[in-house]
């Protein structure tokens, strides 16, 4: 079984620049998440889509990150303006549905400089 | 803030020996919990899980504890090997409509010779 994949592995950027990361998560699970992890601390939930809407987004600052599901597959989410607090690594996962467990991809490492 | 915590922000093993790694939860309805294994430069990584309704579970060389009269958690990994090496963080999941995870900072496990 395909794990979850996401691109670029790796991006730098300048502050106030846009960037955007793709994830294609495991064929036939309905639930995706994105998350935002510092260095040396856990990942923190940024929002989840169940199928292509939104279930929660309340730690997403929607004044500079949006995300999307347009056919319940793929995703992406986006920063437009980058701040240096963004420098993390922005982590997919995806799962079958609720309380089940969730399979992450190996994140796209966002520096700012 | 985050409600899942770790004692021990490190641990050190003699490789062979066993390992037990401890997480602290605050939120009593909490019914769903979570290992991760993460290396560095990858995505978390699912070890085993434990319902609330349960308070042990095993798995291939690892066992999950769950004591909820303390709200305590923990990882035990037996006969500890050099690829055991890794973050390893718990997380619970907030009971309500949608499952939100919601992750400690963390353990940091080494493998001694």
């Known amino acids: 079984e395909a794990g979850v994949a996401q691109s670029p592995r790796y991006k730098i950027i300048e502050k106030r620049q846009s960037v955007a990361f793709w994830c294609n998560p495991i064929?036939?699970?309905?639930?995706l998440y994105w998350y935002q992890q510092i260095l040396g601390q856990g990942p923190k939930l940024l929002i989840q889509?169940?199928?292509?809407?939104?279930?929660?987004d309340s730690q997403l600052p929607k004044d500079r990150f949006s995300a999307e599901r347009l056919k319940g597959v793929d995703s992406t989410l986006k920063i437009q303006p980058a701040k240096l607090e963004d420098s993390a690594v922005y982590l997919c996962?995806?799962?079958?549905?609720?309380?089940?467990?969730?399979?992450f991809g190996d994140g796209t490492r966002l520096s700012i400089l | 803030g985050e409600s899942v915590g770790l004692h021990l922000p490190t641990l050190s093993v003699q490789e062979g020996d066993n390992s037990i790694i401890n997480c602290a939860y605050s939120?009593?309805?909490?019914?769903?919990f979570i290992w991760y294994k993460q290396e560095s430069g990858k995505g978390p990584q699912f070890i085993i899980d434990?319902?609330?309704?349960?308070d042990k579970r095993q798995g291939q060389r690892v066992t999950v504890l769950l004591n909820k009269t303390v709200k305590h958690l923990s990882l035990q990994i037996a006969a500890t090997q050099p690829g055991d090496s890794a973050v390893y963080f718990c997380?619970?999941?907030?009971?309500?409509?949608?499952?939100?995870?919601?992750f400690g900072q963390g353990t940091r496990l080494t493998i001694n010779p």
């Open positions: 996962a995806s799962s079958p549905g609720a309380n089940q467990p969730q399979h």
């Open positions: 064929s036939g699970h309905a639930t």
């Open positions: 889509f169940q199928n292509n809407g939104v279930v929660d």
């Open positions: 939120n009593s309805a909490s019914d769903y």
């Open positions: 434990i319902r609330s309704n349960m």
């Open positions: 997380a619970e999941n907030i009971l309500g409509g949608a499952q939100k995870l919601v």
